[in-house]
């Protein structure tokens, strides 16, 4: 347990995907509200939005936690506990490019932050970035816990470990959020209706085993009470799988979700646990068959449309500061995040495991122990400690193999700037089929990024 007044740090709180739930948790824990939430970004209206809604929000609920706001990530860092790293540079476009250029080359992503062309030209825009702040963090704060927040997940999660070694480190996604992942499981196992109904004794004898790589998840294990339920929860995806999509929405990333994980368990006999991005990472929907298949080929990143919903988040934010919503409102329209959780759980030793992208260290025991995966783990101050899951099966582990050698090199071209590991990342990609088509997509996607990506990739 470290002291009772944390200093976090967001770099990228303009993200609000991550930003508004840091200031909820960090007003509400009362491990984390004596303390500082130092919130950084590039962008200084949009800090400023931020900066002035949290100290509202302290205003209101009457605690003691600190704000502070710079465009400078320097001057915040000093004495810091945690540096959430939760930052993208105008993210839709550029994922809306890397999504239409692979399109016309027969590649079709509905998120385009992993895997695929989109995910190796991600790293390239905002690893560097990364490794910048790990440099600023390790010579003004070298004690503090950095936490990635940014994908692609495993590619930056595996460059702060092989290349930033002397700092304490570990990757998140927010799709693995506990206990909430237990329960929608729990929910479709039958156990329970809904969450009011989860106990402490379902949680207790709900056995659920979930690993692999971020993005590329797998439902590996569901006992309740010693009973086998995997089939039940698949069952329950066949059944909805008309009607019903995973994410929230009707968009790309949330089509034919549970048709989709159904399709796989019914292959492999295990579930995908994050659907909106599993299925982009296997070759089954890419439109490629010469027949027609029951699910049609994947819909592809909309970028107006996520333009519009981020253009709704700062209209809510301007609302609350303008006073059309009452502040009072703020705690109940949000609320925690994955990240500020495992915060929590940190500083005050509470003693929860969380799921968390980092190495292996024996947990899947078929797999490398530097095998970056994600996986349950107790998170203390002290450290990360994997818990135990059992073997990767046959067929899963190879994919698996394949994209973590994928993300391996992805993250070595980026820190060497080398072209030659760069295409050699693209040509070991799993949704790549031509030597061909690849090399002409780095070529136009290095042209229509020139304006951000780093001046090495041009001499």
Known sequence: ???????????????????RQAIWQ???SEYLNKGTLALVDTNEERLNKLVKLARMVVKENKVDLKIEGSVERRQLLKDA???????????????????????????RMCSGDTIGPGGIFRAMRELPVIMDCARDIEDICPNAWVINYINPASVHGIALKRYAPNLKSFS?????HMPHKKIIYAKRAGIIRDESEYTEEIEDNFDIRIAGVNHFTWLLKAEY???????????????????????????????????????????????????????????????????????PPLSI????????????????????????????KFMTTFGPDHATDIIEN????????????????????????????????????????????????????????????????????VIEGTHEKLRRAMLTDPLVNSIADADQIINELLELEKDILSEKWYK
């Open 172 to 176: 998140l996604c927010d799709s693995h």
């Open 1 to 19: 347990m470290i002291s009772n007044k944390p200093k976090v740090v967001v770099i990228g709180a303009g993200s609000l995907f991550f930003g």
């Open 301 to 328: 990143w909309e970028t107006e449309d996520r333009y519009k919903r981020h253009a709704d988040m700062w209209q809510q934010v301007d609302s609350f500061l303008a006073g059309e919503t009452p502040i009072k």
């Open 81 to 107: 506990d945690f540096v959430v790293l939760s930052f993208a540079e105008n993210t839709v476009k550029y994922r809306g490019i890397d999504c239409s250029v692979s399109e016309k080359y027969g590649i």
């Open 26 to 28: 960090m007003v509400h």
């Open 225 to 295: 009470e010693g009973r086998d339920v995997l089939h039940v929860i698949a069952d329950s995806m066949k059944r909805s799988a008309e009607t019903e999509t995973v994410g929230g929405d009707t968009g790309a990333k949330a089509l034919f979700n549970d048709a989709i994980s159904y399709q796989l368990y019914d292959i492999f006999g295990y579930v995908p646990t994050c659907t909106a991005h599993t299925k982009e990472y296997v070759p089954y929907w890419q439109g490629l068959g010469k027949l027609k298949e029951q699910i």
């Open 346 to 413: 940190m500083v005050a030793g509470l003693g929860k495991p969380f799921y968390i992208n980092t190495f292996n260290e024996g947990a899947v025991t078929n797999m490398n122990n530097d095998a970056f995966l994600e996986l349950l783990c107790e998170v203390t101050m002290e450290g990360v400690k994997p818990l135990p899951v059992g073997e990767m099966p046959r067929g899963i582990r190879g994919m698996q193999e394949l994209i973590l050698d994928t993300h391996e090199l992805t993250a070595e071209a």
